[in-house]
């Protein structure tokens, strides 16, 4: 009889900064719970843009903070759903056996992972363990720019630049069920599905320009970072809100810090509100997302699905970007 190894486990691991191509798959040990902490055994895991800046450490300017000259952490990913497989001593909220999807730190693209109880949420029953992993990051991004920022609600006329990938495709939807007039944005090729998951308007960025458009917008959430602030500000009505999220234009030493600077000040002078959107990860949130997606409001978008075995393809394929919703990875 072959014994089982408990105590070690095959993660991706970035050993230095760079693409998909310097991941490898490595043995290293299994987690073991702190006190606060809960160990997840991964069944899937989605890419997100974030994974995509701690591998490559660009903007530089973040590798100040995760590593200067290598990651700080090496083991990536950051999206995940899984089982419960040990809890530490000072948590109440999980038991050994729930399915529970969260946003981690680091360490997502492995066979398990450890980490604060805070991070997850429970994976309801009607969900499946890829629809859950896509939702965290890309979920909790589109729905606190909507609702915490762009306070958005029935009647309101709302622009989604960057309609079809990842958390575009949790705009769209997100921000119907608050009640909008929504149009999205998209290339040609996506125009297709952006319609199919609610967009009362779809526009095709290779044939209009939406900051000509006649009728001006409530709220414009800016996903695409590809139109100058004057521009957009152009069709936002005299009272209304810009949203600028993870996608702002910038080079790789310094990323979107100039453009962020231009919004921060722009808003201090300006009636309309220009705001820079950086999402906090939170428990409640992953609820009334997961509870939005069984009722069926919300549906997460999976263009792609690799095994976990093949993680650094998937990155790949993130990195060619124009994606259509989630990239999701499989145990």
């Known amino acids: 009889m072959t014994e089982v190894d408990t105590t070690s486990m095959t993660a991706w691991i970035a050993p230095r900064y760079g693409g998909g191509e310097v991941l490898r798959a490595e043995v ?89 109880a805070g991070a997850f949420a429970v994976v309801p029953a009607a969900l499946s363990m890829e629809e859950a992993a896509a939702i965290p990051d890309s979920g909790m991004t589109a729905l606190q720019g909507l609702r915490d920022i762009g306070k958005v609600g029935p009647g309101h006329r709302v622009l989604i630049n960057g309609a079809s990938g990842g958390v575009g495709s949790f705009a769209v939807q997100l921000a119907k069920v608050l009640g909008a007039h929504v149009s999205a944005v998209c290339s040609t090729r996506h125009l297709a599905m952006v319609r199919d998951i609610g967009a009362d308007v779809v526009i095709d ?105 093949d993680t650094a393809s998937a990155i790949a394929a993130f990195e060619r970007g124009h994606a259509s919703g989630k990239t999701v990875l499989v145990a």
């Open 205 to 309: 960025y290779t044939a209009d320009d939406f900051t000509r458009t006649e009728v001006p917008y409530d709220v414009i959430f800016d996903l695409a970072g590809n139109r100058k602030l004057r521009e957009i500000r152009r069709v936002l009505t005299a009272d209304g809100v810009f949203i600028s999220s993870a996608a702002a234009p910038g080079n790789n030493w310094f990323g979107p810090v100039r453009w962020l600077t231009q919004v921060a000040l722009t808003d201090l002078f300006a009636r309309q509100t220009l705001k820079a959107l950086l999402m906090r990860p939170a428990a409640a949130d992953l609820d009334y997302l997961a509870g939005l997606a069984v009722e069926g409001s919300l549906r997460p978008v999976i263009e792609r699905q690799f095994p976990l075995s």
């Open 28 to 116: 290293v040990p299994r987690p073991a719970p702190g006190d606060r902490d809960v160990v997840v055994r991964v069944r899937a895991a989605s890419v997100c843009s974030g994974d995509l800046h701690l591998l490559t450490g660009t903007p530089y300017l973040l590798r100040l903070g995760f590593g200067l000259r290598r990651p700080k952490h090496r083991m990536i990913g950051q999206n995940l759903a899984g089982e419960v497989v040990a809890v530490g001593g000072a948590v109440t909220d999980f038991r050994v056996g729930d399915r529970v999807f969260g946003e981690v730190s680091h360490g997502a693209f492995a066979e398990y992972v450890r980490a604060d």
